[in-house]
């Protein structure tokens, strides 16, 4: 398949699911805004794909800086910015230019695969990434992307049940956070940063008017917290969508993620230990405290289990060369992290997210966020 005579395209992986690898030709594009004419004018191709692939990988464009990649993603336009600042990341991020900003700066976050909060009523309709600076060859550092509709048909044939549970109930998140950013953690931003207001009297109205319910001073399992520390459960929130315009079906939520952030949270409020998200399990009662069906049943952990590993079985590892940009539908491809260790600042991935319009809500009326707790 060829894109002009820019690039060609084909399956990075013709044996099995994988992105399609959308390859520049060399001398082709000699800038980023010769990059960006080049999206306008092939938009309808890229995006076709996107449906069809549900993940493309951009190579050799000349994609070197953050600026580069910002021109980048707004040659998409109409696709409008879901900015870190409005956001309901989890993730402690930092901004870099106008619509990108740093992946989660926890190194232990996103290790397991997810949709982007989709623990949240605000969620990104699809997820760009760029890589400045590419691991050190043997040190990690790689993204992995696995297809969300073949997971559910896979969980779907095995667990008939839990599936027609999670389309029937969906699912409610509760979340721990104190009122300060901490960047050693991957879920470690904080209550005023996730809500985007600067007191408890505006963090409760956001909340009261959105439809969720909390506690101040309290921690997984009733662990006594400092009086500013707040656990807080969302709205019910879908578990299966139908990816706009497809008709597939994807096991959107963040469930699988969640035995990774039952984990951390279960170290909140107590002393020594660490643990490591990809080999450790958490307990039942662990989920319990994170997640349920909205009728308030618990969700079968050994069934997580199970659909991490169906993720990994199914997942597509981009080994990042510099300059690469990764466009992900957020609805189609779950991504995560791989483990990377190397030495800080030897590798370097950015990110911007783009927002969905069924989810666009305006910041701090009461109006804006009852209408984000309908969605």
């Known amino acids: 398949m060829a894109f002009g005579a820019t690039a060609v395209a084909a399956p990075a992986d013709p044996k099995r699911w994988s992105p399609l690898l959308i390859q ?17 004018q092939h938009r309808t191709e890229i995006e076709g794909s ?39 990341s989890f993730a402690v991020r930092k901004r ?26 605000l969620w990104p309709s699809k997820v760009f990434f760029c890589c400045q600076k590419a691991a050190a060859p043997g040190d990690g550092g790689g993204t992995g992307v696995s297809p969300s509709d073949l997971v559910l048909a896979q ?39 996730f809500f985007h207001v600067k007191s408890r009297e505006e963090c409760e109205q956001f909340m009261r008017a959105g439809g969720w319910e909390w506690e101040w001073g309290k921690g997984p399992q009733g662990v006594d917290m400092p009086a500013d520390f707040l656990k807080f459960t969302t709205p019910r929130l879908d578990a299966v969508k139908i990816a706009p315009g497809t008709d597939k079906k994807c096991f959107f939520n963040q469930l699988i993620a969640t035995t990774a952030n039952a984990l951390e949270f279960s170290k909140v409020g107590v002393d ?84 969905e319009p069924s989810c666009k809500v305006g910041r701090g009326s009461s109006d804006a966020v009852s209408k984000m707790s309908k969605l």
């Open 24 to 40: 520049a030709n060399k001398g082709s594009t000699k800038d980023a805004d010769s990059v960006a004419r080049w999206v306008k």
């Open 272 to 355: 020594g230990g660490g643990y490591d998200p990809l080999k450790d399990v958490p307990t039942q009662e662990g989920i319990d405290a994170c997640v349920r069906f909205s009728g308030g049943d618990s969700v079968d952990l050994s069934i997580l289990l199970d659909a991490k590993q169906m993720c990994e079985e199914n997942a597509y590892d981009i080994q990042w060369q510099d300059g690469d940009v990764a466009l992900l539908d957020n609805y189609l491809v779950m991504h995560a992290r791989r483990i990377w260790n190397g030495p800080a600042g030897t590798r370097q991935v950015l990110a911007s997210l783009v927002a």
């Open 155 to 193: 969980l779907r044939k095995k667990y008939p049940e839990f599936v027609q549970k999670c389309e029937k109930e969906g699912v409610r998140y509760t979340i721990y956070a104190g009122p300060e950013q901490d960047a050693s953690k991957g879920a470690g931003r904080s209550w005023k940063s």
């Open 96 to 121: 870099c230019t106008g619509r990108i900003c740093t992946t989660n700066e926890g190194k232990s976050g996103g290790l397991v695969f997810h949709h982007e909060q989709a623990q949240t009523p």
């Open 50 to 88: 996107l449906r069809e692939h549900g993940a493309l990988l951009f190579r050799d464009f000349p994609l070197r800086s953050a600026e580069d990649f910002d021109a980048f993603v707004s040659a998409f336009e109409g696709w409008e910015d879901l900015s870190y600042e409005t956001s309901m």
